[in-house]
């Protein structure tokens, strides 16, 4: 067998090997509600749906509320607590 000798670029491995870290996989929180109400069964009445459409609508009209939710919530620009 022979080497071509040629110059070329030798990429440094990870502390994960050669094939780096494989990218975390996460579920949507609706996945996640959807299987918490499944396992714990919960039956709203009518009067806790009316009370959650309350509190959704003053969330909605809140400004202050409304800043955060448009806020900049990337990565980058998250807080540590």
């Known amino acids: 067998m022979k080497l071509d000798d040629v110059t070329g670029v030798l990429e440094p491995m990870s ?10 996989e996460f579920d949507l929180l609706s996945q996640i509600i959807k ?19 309350n509190v959704q609508k003053r969330l909605n009209e809140n400004v202050e509320v409304q800043k955060v ?3 900049d919530n990337s990565e980058t620009n998250r807080k540590q607590f």
């Open 35 to 53: 299987v918490i109400n499944e396992h714990y069964g919960i039956d709203y009445t009518n009067e806790d749906k009316l009370d959650l459409e």
């Open 15 to 24: 502390e994960y090997g050669s094939k780096g870290k494989d990218e975390e």
């Open 69 to 71: 939710m448009m806020g």
